[in-house]
């Protein structure tokens, strides 16, 4: 049985979506810790680069007109091959950056988070092979943005 989305939901997906990645690209600023701790660096990079990524395609979901196929699995692919990197980065406590403690205290849930992640990106990668409009890929588009935001939701120093 085919399930069918109203643009409300649709939309909804999106704006969750972009305020993951714009939360990302914040959440992922450097710091003057990040001068000092190549980890910290690392880790925060890798995750600009996705929100980076994210706003490439999440710029297409609100004008569906611009969509790019070239463009879309380029991005996708990034994701999908970039998001184990940053984990092996939260190795030491001490260098908490923009985590919270829950990193280290709750590390299963974080990894279940991380490999969560791996698992969505791979699934828009996937989407993006074939995709011919936006259309294609909005839900996995739509997970990621999820994967995202659940993350930083327990695992990432709010904003003072």
Same mark, same amino acid.
């Given at each position: 049985?085919? /399930?069918?989305?109203?643009?409300?939901?649709?939309?909804?997906?999106?704006?969750?979506?972009?305020?993951?990645?714009a939360?990302?690209?914040?959440?992922?600023?450097?710091?003057?810790?990040?001068?000092?701790?190549?980890?910290?660096?690392?880790? /925060?990079?890798?995750?600009?680069?996705?929100?980076?990524?994210?706003?490439?395609?999440?710029?297409?979901?609100?004008?569906?007109?611009?969509?790019?196929?070239?463009?879309?699995? $380029? /991005?996708?692919?990034?994701?999908? $091959?970039?998001?184990?990197?940053?984990?092996?980065h939260?190795?030491?406590?001490?260098?908490?950056?923009?985590?919270?403690?829950?990193?280290?205290?709750?590390?299963?849930?974080?990894?279940?988070?991380? *490999?969560?992640? *791996?698992?969505?990106t791979?699934?828009?990668?996937?989407?993006? /092979?074939?995709?011919?409009?936006?259309?294609?890929?909005?839900p996995?588009?739509? *997970?990621?943005?999820?994967?995202?935001?659940?993350?930083?939701?327990?695992?990432?120093?709010?904003? $003072?």
């Amino acid at each position: 049985m085919t /399930q069918v989305h109203s643009n409300k939901s649709l939309k909804s997906i999106f704006g969750i979506t972009l305020m993951a990645a714009a939360l990302g690209l914040t959440a992922c600023s450097p710091s003057a810790d990040t001068d000092s701790n190549p980890d910290l660096q690392a880790r /925060q990079d890798s995750m600009k680069n996705w929100g980076d990524a994210m706003g490439v395609m999440g710029d297409m979901a609100k004008a569906p007109d611009t969509f790019d196929a070239d463009v879309v699995k $380029e /991005q996708a692919a990034f994701l999908a $091959e970039d998001a184990s990197t940053p984990w092996s980065h939260f190795e030491d406590p001490e260098n908490m950056g923009n985590a919270t403690e829950a990193v280290w205290s709750n590390a299963e849930g974080f990894r279940a988070e991380a *490999e969560n992640f *791996e698992a969505v990106t791979a699934n828009l990668s996937a989407a993006a /092979q074939t995709a011919t409009s936006m259309d294609d890929i909005k839900p996995a588009f739509g *997970e990621v943005g999820a994967s995202c935001k659940s993350c930083h939701t327990d695992f990432r120093a709010k904003d $003072e």
